[in-house]
């Protein structure tokens, strides 16, 4: 499973990027928001910064401006997915940008008939956002499996890039499911290291160890 970072903050994608965890990085406008820089400027030293691919996405809601848009954003660096939402405009700016040779993110999924679009449009990834499904009390994690099953059936090459993964739950499922990447926030990533038994063996280990007065350096 490809793990990408949901984030704008170059330092945490600095850090998790050193010990090989970013196979590329996930932005919206709501966390270039949060990042406080400028979307072709943080998106640049981004995608300077990691070899994956870097989704950027584009603000407009019409197909042709959502094209000029994406073309934009696309020329910042090879690496850049540009990033459309899940909307009949999105559709045919993903297959015109897609067209075009450029990686294509298609956003805001929520349905498994939405993905079947998507993949017909050419959409490199598609992004199903599990968290906003649970947040309205449906299970996000049936529709990764769906989709999973229809783009099976088909042979499709869209990759499932689950989404808005809040939880190490959200990850742990998905992988069992089979998403093809996640994008999470660095803090769910770290704490996938957690276990509370790794812990407790440690502090008997360090316990015992102090006991025999040995050091190793
Ligand atoms: C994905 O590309 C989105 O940026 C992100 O996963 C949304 O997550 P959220 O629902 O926690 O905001």
Not at 131 to 154: E, W
Request: aromatic letters at 6%; hydrophobic letters at 45%; charged letters at 20%.
């Amino acid at each position: 499973m490809k793990f990408f970072v949901d984030t704008a903050e170059t330092d945490q994608i600095a850090e998790l990027n050193d010990l090989g965890m970013v196979d590329g990085v996930t932005t919206n406008p709501s966390l270039i928001l949060k990042s406080g820089r400028d979307i072709l400027d943080v998106t640049r030293e981004i995608a300077d910064m990691v070899a994956g691919p870097v989704s950027a996405e584009v603000v407009a809601l019409k197909a042709d401006d959502m094209i000029a848009e994406g073309r934009k954003l696309a020329k910042i660096a090879d690496n850049i997915a540009v990033k459309v939402p899940l909307t009949w405009d999105g559709l045919k700016a993903c297959k015109v940008l897609s067209g075009e040779g450029n990686m294509v993110n298609v956003t805001l999924c929520f349905s498994a008939n939405q993905a079947l679009l998507a993949a017909k449009a050419g959409a490199t990834f598609i992004s199903p956002f599990i968290g906003r499904l649970d947040d309205i009390n449906l299970d996000g994690m049936d529709l990764i499996a769906d989709i999973r099953t229809i783009y099976d059936n088909y042979g499709f090459d869209t990759e499932i890039l689950a989404a808005s993964i809040r939880t190490v739950n959200h990850a742990y499922q998905a992988a069992m499911i089979g998403a093809d990447v996640m994008t999470a926030p660095p803090a769910v990533i770290k704490k996938m290291a957690e276990h509370p038994l790794t812990n407790q063996g440690l502090e008997t280990f360090m316990a015992d160890w102090a006991k025999t007065g040995q050091q190793i350096l």
